[in-house]
């Protein structure tokens, strides 16, 4: 009787494995293509009242247009004219819109297109303890200080700036993906982060 219960319940588990990762990537895509085509809603229902199609059609229709319009645009950002143009209009949004900025080197890291202040993974003395926490390196100062950042898990987009002196901040080489996981996971899988600490003194 025991080996059929586990059996069956070893059985589940392996089907469970298989199926909740399929369900959790069509509900990110299913939720990320909603929101995209409440974005383009306005331009949908334009193109359906001039023509009889799907509104999947239209809304394919709609993204394909933006991409082709977002590749020309960068095209002519690549001219002079076209550079010179995109400084004078950034210069008036950043006037208009004290956030721009900002939201332009947020989009920009995003992308690739700059580096990541979240590049160098550490392990920080808290408070002058023995209290260590996994932080990311954002700023390092003339006077042997660093700024870090230390997520709060699961969600490592919110947390707490501490400026430590360099004796407490103990560089790793380890990914930030990596980091990022152990974060996510609630500090499970954090030993290979602990072991560089050791090697590191």
């Not at 095209?75 to 008036?92: C, D, I, P, S, Y």
């Not at 297109?113 to 954002?138: E, N």
């Not at 100062?141 to 709060?152: A, E, I, K, L």
Request: net charge positive; glycine share 10%.
């Amino acid at each position: 009787m025991k080996k059929a219960v586990s059996f069956f319940k070893t059985t589940i588990i392996g089907g469970l494995v298989v199926i909740l990762p399929a369900t959790i990537i069509f509900g990110v895509f299913s939720w990320l293509y909603g929101k995209i085509t409440a974005l383009i809603g306005p331009l949908t229902n334009l193109l359906l009242a001039k023509s009889e199609i799907w509104k999947f059609f239209a809304d394919l229709i709609v993204i394909v247009t933006i991409i082709v319009f977002c590749f020309l645009l960068g095209v002519l950002v690549k001219t002079g004219v076209g550079r010179f143009v995109q400084t004078k209009l950034e210069a008036k949004l950043s006037r208009f819109a004290p956030g721009y900025k900002l939201v332009k080197e947020t989009v920009l890291q995003f992308l690739g297109k700059k580096k990541s202040p979240f590049s160098r993974v550490a392990i920080v003395q808290l408070y002058g303890s023995d209290t260590l926490a996994t932080a990311f390196i954002t700023d390092e100062h003339d006077n042997g200080m660093f700024s870090v950042f230390v997520p709060t898990g699961p969600n490592p987009t919110s947390g707490q700036i501490f400026h430590l002196d360099g004796k407490y901040v103990h560089a790793v080489s380890i990914g930030v993906e990596d980091a990022m996981r152990s974060i996510i996971s609630c500090g499970a899988g954090s030993g290979a982060i602990v072991a560089l600490r050791d090697k590191s003194g």
